[in-house]
T-cell receptor
C-alpha cells in the first residue's frame, strides 16, 4: 500500500523567511496530493492541493510543487508570519482508492517574530 | 453553517469498557471517515464509508468497529478499550465528486483516554 514520508518533523524560521516541507510517496498510482494545516487544539483544514496533471500550484503565499518521476511533492510558504505556526500534514491518494488519504507524519512549523 | 460535529469531545474510560464515538454532519456529503491522531504519527485512517451500505477498513481497523446509521451519521466503537487506544479521534467528510479526491472536512475531534 501507499506510504508517505514527511520531512522535517520540526521547522523553525524567522518571520519573513521562507519555509519548505517535503514529502515522498511510494505508490506511482497516487494522483492527488493535499496539504492540511492544524493549529494548536484545532481541527485539520485543507490549505492547498495539487493533482498529478500539473507540476505547480500557487495560492498567495503558499505553493505546492510535484515531481511525479521522483515521487515527491513540497509545500512552500513565503514571507512567513507568526500565524503560519501550526502542524502541516501532506497526504496522497490514488483514484482507485476513492478518496482514501494516506497522511505523512506532520511537520511542526514555528515562526518566530 | 453546515458542519461536522463529534460527541463526546472528551472521554475518560477504563480498560475493557465499550465506548462509542459519534459523528454527525450537515454538509450532505456521502463519504465519511474516522482517523486517529497520535503525536509524531500523523493521521491514520481507521474506517471509511462511501455511503450507508459501503464501509471499508482503513490502515488500523483492528480493535475498532463502525456503523453508518444514516448518510449524516457515522459512529466508531471500541468494543473493549485498551490503553494504547488513548488518542485524539477525528471524523471527516467529503463529497463523492472527482472520485472522492477533494477536500475533507474534519470534526473538532474527540480526546479519548483509556486508563
Amino acid at each position: 500500500g501507499e506510504n508517505v514520508e514527511q520531512h522535517p518533523s520540526t521547522l523553525s524560521v524567522q518571520e519573513g523567511d521562507s519555509a519548505v516541507i517535503k514529502c515522498t510517496y511510494s505508490d506511482s498510482a497516487s494522483n492527488y496530493f493535499p496539504w492540511y494545516k492544524q493549529e494548536l487544539g484545532k481541527r485539520p483544514q485543507l490549505i492547498i492541493d495539487i493533482r498529478s496533471n500539473v507540476g505547480e500550484k500557487k495560492d498567495q503565499r503558499i505553493a505546492v510543487t510535484l515531481n511525479k518521476t521522483a515521487k515527491h511533492f513540497s509545500l512552500h510558504i513565503t514571507e512567513t508570519q507568526p500565524e503560519d505556526s501550526a502542524v502541516y500534514f501532506c497526504a496522497a491518494s490514488s483514484y482507485n482508492q476513492g478518496g482514501k488519504l494516506i497522511f505523512g507524519q506532520g511537520t511542526e512549523l514555528s515562526v518566530k517574530p | 453553517d453546515a458542519d461536522v460535529t463529534q460527541t463526546p469531545r472528551n472521554r475518560i474510560t477504563k480498560t475493557g469498557k465499550r465506548i462509542m464515538l459519534e459523528c454527525s454532519q450537515t454538509k450532505g456529503h456521502d463519504r465519511m471517515y474516522w482517523y486517529r491522531q497520535d503525536p509524531g504519527l500523523g493521521l491514520q485512517l481507521i474506517y471509511y464509508s462511501f455511503d450507508v451500505k459501503d464501509i471499508n477498513k482503513g490502515e488500523i481497523s483492528d480493535g475498532y468497529s463502525v456503523s453508518r446509521q444514516a448518510q449524516a451519521k457515522f459512529s466508531l466503537s471500541l468494543e473493549s478499550a485498551i490503553p494504547n487506544q488513548t488518542a485524539l479521534y477525528f471524523c471527516a467528510t467529503s463529497e463523492g465528486l472527482a472520485g472522492g479526491q477533494n477536500e475533507q472536512f474534519f470534526g473538532p475531534g474527540t480526546r479519548l483516554t483509556v486508563l
